[in-house]
Structure formats: structure tokens, C-alpha cells
């Protein structure tokens, strides 16, 4: 229906209020809606702005194409925003802590063209997108967060809010879990990439039980020692796996990692039931994430993108515990028992190669780079 007069008069004062503009009658504008939508849709455009600057969500509208400028929907209960940091796991959560945290406290959540571009070639994320240019002319409040979830975070106050740090913690979301694994689900063409490949590597058995398993080395083999800290093992990658082995018939292990040669030359494969399908590539991490994901249960080992490969598959997860020693400055920055969901089954580290050196100055320069 049509926006009311007083509608109309809320708006112009909150943009004034937040940008400095004046919105006039002529800035309504009608986009037809694609054939899955239902009726039409009553959209805002900033003062002389190019028709294709509308304040519309981004991924209901595929037919303007991702290289149309987009900007956020104006309401008049404010809008929040998160800060877009990181690769695909703390995408992940930012995007997750955003949904939740601007829900609990009654604001339109809008996320930056960038988390746009990471996140929507995989999920059918509905959170609208915000023009670059809309965003620096609001006068945003940033509001660090720590990486879990505080009872002072359900009553956080300010209209333009925008989130920062990293919430890694499921304490964030877990709440409305459903509505986060809506947002996450793939787009068909990807499920169904990964479910043809795991058909493949199922060949003639019978009742497979399909377990991903995520070696997260790269740049925590040299960032994790300065942390005193360790990365996984192959004693603890072989206890996992023996865990899934003597509790289900026929296991197939589908292994991704950013240091495949390390994997092969440490996993023993001789079984027959392990795989190596991961590209590693971390610069475009969706395949590897998709097959984890479409398995039963996982095996990972420290990162957000195996706890969210787990967190999404839905099934037994096994991590890696205990990783770090007492005195770490790692456990002050992050609460280990709000990373892990309390049904998963954490094997603890062997910690002790930390015992018999020191760190390298290389590793501890790598927590600033």
C-alpha cells in the first residue's frame, strides 16, 4: 500500500536527523517485483540519486544484477550495521551476531556491500544491502563487542549502531538457531555440487555415514605457538577419526584443509575410507565449506570456519580442546566455553610441544600482520 502522510514526514526526519538530507516526494519510487515475490514493493531513493540507487534488499531483486548500486531500506526505528571483517567464518558470524542482536533490540539490521559480495554467491541471506555512500553519511555509533554474548547486549541504545569486533561465540544466535540456518541455507546449485560429489565417493556401500573433517594450518601453524597455543596433530586427527570409526559401520571422511600436503603426508588413508576433496583455496573456501556442511557429523579442528561447518551440518561435532596453556593471553581474549556447543565432544591437545620450546619472534609478530 502507499506510504501515509505521516510515514512520509517520519522518514524525511530521520534522514535529516542522521544524514543531513532532506527527502522530497518525488524520492518515491515503485520497483516491480520478480515473479517470486508477491505484489510490489514501495522503496526510497536519496535526493538525486540515479534510478538504480534504490534503498531495497539486494538478493530479492536478482534481475537488477550485482553490479547495481544498491542502499539499505530507510525505517524510522534506525538502522544498524556490523563492521565487515575477516574470511568466510567471521563473516559468518558477524552476519549472525548483526540478525540476532538488531532483532533483540527492535532495529532494521543492513550489512556493507563487501559481506554482500562474500556471503550471497552461497546463502540466501535476506538482510538488505547498504550503499557505500549512504553509510558514510550516517553519524554511526560503533559499539564494540566482545566475543560472546553479555546481558548488556539486549539493551544496547542508539538508532545508528554499528557492531565491531569479533563475535565468535554461538551465545549470540543459538537462541533464534532456525532463523540463522535459514540465512545460511546454499543456493540449490551448490547443494546439489555437493551432494553429487559424496554420491561419488559413496559408490556401491550401503547406509554411508559421511563425516567432514576441516584442518585449519595456514597461518595458525605460526600464529598459534605465540598464543601458547598449538594447532592439531595427527594424534589427535586419528582419535577423532577412530571415535566416528568404532560408532558407525561404514564412515567416510571427506577432508578439507588450507595445507592439504601436510593432511596427506599425516592422515593415514590405507582404510580406504578417507578422501582428500578439499581445493583449499581460501580465497574462494565455498566448495570446500559446502561438502563439510552437507556430511552427517565433523571433525575440526580450530578456526570459525570448522565450528561453523559444524554448527550448520547439524550432526556430532568433535574439536580440538584444551589448546592453549593456563597462562595463555588467548583465554583472555576469548571465553573457550562459549565457542563450543555443549553437546559437542572436545578431545584435548597435546600440549606438550609448547613445554620443550619457546616461540619464534616471527610467530609472535604474526599476531599483528
Avoid at 47 to 72: K, Q, T, V, W
Avoid at 95 to 116: D, E, F, R, S
Avoid at 244 to 269: D, H, L, Q
Wanted: hydrophobic letters at 35%; charged letters at 20%.
Amino acid at each position: 500500500g502507499s506510504l501515509s502522510l505521516h510515514r512520509i514526514l517520519c522518514l524525511r526526519h530521520h534522514l535529516n536527523q542522521a544524514w543531513g538530507l532532506t527527502l522530497k516526494s518525488s524520492s518515491l519510487h515503485r520497483f516491480p517485483c520478480n515473479k517470486h515475490q508477491l505484489g510490489q514493493v514501495r522503496v526510497l531513493s536519496l535526493p538525486g540519486s540515479r534510478c538504480g540507487d534504490y534503498l531495497i534488499n539486494a538478493s530479492n531483486f536478482p534481475e537488477m544484477g550485482n553490479s547495481s548500486r544498491l542502499s539499505c531500506k530507510i525505517i524510522d526505528s534506525g538502522i544498524w550495521t556490523v563492521k565487515s571483517d575477516g574470511r568466510l567464518g567471521n563473516q559468518m558470524g558477524e552476519y549472525a551476531t548483526l540478525y540476532a542482536l538488531a532483532k533483540m533490540n527492535g532495529h532494521q539490521a543492513c550489512i556493507y556491500p563487501a559481506m554482500h559480495k562474500y556471503l550471497s554467491p552461497m546463502f540466501r541471506i535476506t538482510l538488505p544491502v547498504l550503499h557505500a555512500e549512504v553509510a558514510k553519511k550516517i553519524h554511526w555509533k560503533d559499539f564494540p563487542l566482545r566475543s560472546w554474548m553479555s546481558e548488556s547486549y539486549k539493551h544496547i541504545k542508539g538508532k545508528y549502531i554499528r557492531l565491531t569486533g569479533y563475535p565468535w561465540s554461538y551465545t549470540f544466535y543459538h537462541h533464534i538457531r532456525q532463523e540463522i540456518l535459514q540465512q545460511f541455507s546454499f543456493h540449490d546449485h551448490i547443494k546439489e555440487e555437493a551432494n553429487q560429489y559424496l554420491q561419488k565417493l559413496r559408490g556401491q556401500r550401503q547406509e554411508v555415514t559421511y563425516v567432514g573433517v576441516h584442518v585449519r594450518r595456514g597461518d595458525y601453524v605460526h600464529v598459534m605457538p605465540s598464543w601458547k597455543g598449538v594447532v592439531a596433530d595427527r594424534g589427535y586427527l586419528e582419535k577423532a577419526m577412530n571415535y566416528f570409526r568404532e560408532k558407525y559401520p561404514n564412515p567416510i571422511f571427506v577432508v578439507t584443509s588450507n595445507g592439504m600436503e601436510w593432511c596427506k603426508e599425516n592422515i593415514n588413508a590405507s582404510r580406504g575410507d578417507v578422501y582428500f576433496s578439499g581445493d583449499g583455496r581460501e580465497s574462494s573456501p565455498g566448495r570446500d565449506f559446502a561438502l563439510l556442511v552437507h556430511c552427517n557429523h565433523t571433525i575440526m579442528t580450530i578456526g570459525t570456519f570448522g565450528r561453523w561447518a559444524g554448527y550448520l551440518a547439524g550432526g556430532e561435532t568433535v574439536y580440538l580442546a584444551n589448546y592453549t596453556l593456563p597462562d595463555s593471553h588467548y583465554l583472555k581474549a576469548f571465553n573457550l566455553s562459549t565457542l563450543f556447543l555443549p553437546e559437542w565432544i572436545g578431545i584435548p591437545a597435546d600440549l606438550s610441544p609448547l613445554l620443550s620450546k619457546k616461540p619464534s619472534l616471527f610467530s609472535f609478530l604474526n599476531i599483528f600482520y
